[in-house]
């Protein structure tokens, strides 16, 4: 059982920088690949990044042309998202998740566990 709590979330203006954590409980963490997906209202979540067990690969929407950056801190529990250049359409609810498996995933169904999501929303 792993117990995700995301926060980093808030109100930021176009073109600004937000980095988001996530912190882990309850498990071995490096266990798990690590997700980022985001949800926007009257839209499905999708896959935003990955990052592997032992952080050493990562995988990004390629619709965020780089601006966002997934990395994990294996001794602290903790996975980040960091985005840059920010955008009104990057306006949603954020949310980690964990995945078993042992390759990165970009699939809401191969994550077992999933936070409660904090809010981005970027002002124009």
């Known amino acids: 059982q792993v117990q995700l709590v995301e926060s980093g979330g808030g109100l930021v203006q176009a073109g600004g920088s937000l980095r988001l954590s996530c912190a882990a409980s309850?498990?071995?963490?490096?266990?798990?690949?690590m997700g980022w997906f985001r949800q926007a209202p009257g839209k499905e979540r999708e896959f935003v990044a990955a990052?592997?067990?032992?952080?050493?690969?990562?995988k990004n929407a390629y619709s965020l042309e780089g601006r966002f950056t997934i990395s994990r801190s294996n001794a602290k529990n903790t996975v980040y998202l960091q985005m840059n250049s920010l955008k009104p359409e990057d306006t949603a609810v954020y949310y980690c998740?964990?995945?078993?498996?042992?390759?990165?995933?970009?699939?809401?169904?191969?994550?077992?566990?999933w936070g409660q999501g904090t809010q981005v929303t970027v002002s124009s």
């Open positions: 990052i592997s067990r032992s952080g050493a690969g990562t």
């Open positions: 998740a964990a995945s078993a498996r042992q390759i990165m995933q970009t699939t809401t169904g191969d994550y077992v566990y």
């Open positions: 309850g498990s071995t963490f490096s266990s798990y690949v």
